[in-house]
């Protein structure tokens, strides 16, 4: 049973749309739930490849990763929020429904916000020379584990939201 708030419309479509992932999920979620795994393995592997002194290599991995990852937040992620958790916000936060999709929504556009930023700021001279990074590392692993913890927050709202032990 969806919480209040959710509709039977939205709910129904689901059902008729099962995803392949063997829960309530519709396939539009079980695909954005491997594609956010998939950049996240992706995002470690550029870790990987600037440990070994491969940074064009990593560049290259973590820019594309950070712009795919920006294409499914407007495509996919934006529309659901502000479908399904905006308008219950801030009233229903007490609920683990509404308030795993928000923190998921604030972390998540942080850490899209921290890698766009890097991406611009490390691979380019389009930003003013105050705002450039001068401790890359720094930046990098931050905006990596805050990532990781976005992912994982993701991953708690799907649950949440389509493992039947939950609904």
Known sequence: ????????????????????????APASADLML???????????????LARKKRY??????QSSVVLLNGVLIAVAMIPS?????QPKVPEKLDRSFYALATAHA???SLAE????????AAGTNLLPERLRLT????????????????L????????????????
């Open 1 to 24: 049973m969806p919480p209040q708030g959710v509709s039977i419309i939205a709910e129904k479509s689901h059902t008729m749309s099962a995803g392949f992932l063997g829960t309530a």
């Open 81 to 85: 929020f502000h479908e399904r958790v």
């Open 135 to 150: 401790n890359y590392k720094v930046w990098m692993r931050s905006v990596l584990i805050l990532w990781w913890l976005a």
């Open 113 to 120: 916000a921290g890698g766009l930023y890097v991406a611009l």
């Open 34 to 48: 491997l594609l956010e795994v998939v950049i996240g393995i992706g995002l470690l592997l550029g870790a990987v």
């Open 106 to 108: 604030t972390l998540g």
């Open 152 to 167: 994982l927050l993701g991953l708690a709202t799907y649950i949440r939201w389509y493992v039947s032990l939950f609904r």
């Open 56 to 61: 064009r290599a990593h560049a290259w991995c």
